[in-house]
């Protein structure tokens, strides 16, 4: 029997997933999403991923700016869920929320629980150079990221992996994961474990302020907060008074004082090693590499970035 679902999502992190959902045969009764928001240069109201495939569908939708209203917790409870599914939603779900499904609300997490609960797990893991992550099934509770865990898919984290290349391959095996969460759900075969206790981070919101490269660093570090900010916000640098973004990186041979370009292909010394820039991004303009970069920006050995 296809199982009632709500599924709660927003970013394109989501869509697959839903999808899938929808391809099993699933009854999708509601996706909640966030509210149409101005987007672009002509900053028009514009629906999010979730919304528009919702949309192709002809699946309710509905963006309530909080679940803390008996309102809004009586019109959830209407759906008649037997799961919630949610991926990357953007709200908190309250008490009443989480135990109205009959089975209660299933989240995609992305992290090797309890390593990064939080906001950025995707961003963070890669920013500490961590050699493998995983997407999770978990049983959302009050907590932060705290349920107990009910599937996994582990996968590596390649040394030159950006936050972007991880969060595309997660994207897939998520859905895919879900999918069969919930047919062992349909089955009565699915089982939770309590997170372990020990081992816990905390993966918070990546801050603007945090952004900038600092040099003085060692080059494994630096490349690892450029791979993990890529490919947004983005890690960046100053040249002539210009942000310029580092969307990937290679760790390289040389030394010199941090900032300082070493050679004709961007190498730029850390605190201890190198890295040299592969791709680029001016403000307002395109991601290019760092050859095309340097035929608009000649910059020499012996210069130094901020």
Same mark, same amino acid.
């Given at each position: 029997m296809?199982?009632?679902?709500?599924f709660?999502?927003? =970013?394109d992190?989501?869509v697959p997933?839903? /999808?899938?959902l929808?391809?099993?045969g699933?009854?999708?009764?509601a996706?909640?999403t !966030?509210?149409?928001?101005?987007?672009?240069?002509?900053?028009?109201?514009?629906?999010?991923? $979730?919304?528009?495939l919702?949309?192709q569908? %002809?699946?309710?939708?509905?963006?309530? @700016?909080?679940?803390?209203?008996?309102?809004?917790?009586?019109?959830?409870?209407?759906?008649?869920?037997? $799961?919630?599914?949610v991926v990357?939603?953007?709200?908190?779900?309250?008490?009443? $929320?989480?135990?109205?499904?009959?089975?209660?609300?299933?989240?995609?997490?992305?992290?090797?629980?309890p390593?990064?609960?939080g906001? /950025?797990?995707?961003?963070?893991a890669? #920013?500490?150079?961590?050699?493998?992550t +995983?997407?999770?099934v978990m049983k959302?509770?009050?907590?932060?990221?705290?349920?107990?865990?009910?599937?996994?898919e582990r996968f590596?984290?390649?040394p030159?992996?950006?936050?972007?290349?991880?969060h595309?391959?997660? #994207?897939?095996?998520? +859905?895919?994961?879900?999918?069969?969460?919930?047919?062992?759900?349909?089955?009565?075969?699915?089982?939770?474990?309590?997170?372990?206790?020990?081992?816990?981070t905390?993966? @918070?919101?990546?801050?603007?302020?945090?952004t900038?490269?600092?040099?003085?660093?060692?080059?494994?570090?630096?490349?690892?907060?450029?791979?993990g900010l890529?490919?947004?916000?983005? /890690?960046?640098?100053?040249?002539d008074?210009?942000?310029?973004?580092?969307? !990937?990186?290679?760790?390289?041979?040389?030394s010199?004082a =941090?900032?300082t370009?070493?050679?004709?292909?961007l190498t730029?010394a850390c605190g201890?090693?190198?890295?040299?820039?592969?791709?680029?991004?001016?403000?307002? @303009?395109?991601? #290019?590499? +760092?050859?095309?970069?340097l035929?608009?920006?000649? $910059?020499?050995a012996?210069? %130094?970035?901020?």
């Open positions: 296809p199982l009632n679902i709500v709660m999502g927003t =970013p992190f989501s997933t839903l /999808a899938e929808i391809g099993h699933h009854q999708v009764r996706v909640y !966030r509210a149409p928001a101005p987007a672009g240069r002509g900053m028009a109201l514009t629906k999010s991923p $979730v919304h528009q919702a949309d569908f %002809g699946i309710p939708v509905l963006h309530p @700016k909080t679940l803390r209203t008996e309102e809004a917790q009586e019109t959830f409870r209407g759906h008649g869920a037997d $799961v919630a599914v990357a939603y953007g709200l908190i779900l309250p008490t009443p $929320v989480l135990e109205a499904p009959v089975y209660g609300c299933l989240n995609l997490h992305g992290s090797i629980l390593r990064w609960r906001a /950025a797990p995707i961003q963070r890669v #920013m500490a150079g961590d050699a493998e +995983a997407v999770m959302m509770d009050e907590g932060l990221d705290t349920g107990p865990v009910a599937m996994a590596a984290i390649t030159d992996d950006t936050a972007g290349d991880v595309d391959r997660m #994207m897939a095996l998520g +859905a895919d994961l879900m999918v069969r969460a919930l047919a062992a759900l349909e089955r009565g075969g699915l089982t939770f474990s309590p997170q372990a206790e020990a081992g816990v905390y993966a @918070k919101k990546i801050e603007k302020t945090e900038r490269i600092d040099w003085a660093r060692s080059a494994a570090e630096v490349h690892n907060h450029i791979r890529s490919p947004f916000p983005g /890690a960046w640098f100053e040249l008074g210009v942000r310029v973004k580092v969307l !990937r990186a290679a760790r390289a041979e040389g010199g =941090p900032g370009v070493l050679d004709d292909r730029v201890s090693g190198a890295v040299r820039l592969i791709d680029l991004q001016r403000a307002g @303009k395109a991601p #290019m590499a +760092a050859e095309v970069f035929r608009g920006t000649p $910059v020499a012996g210069a %130094g970035f901020g």
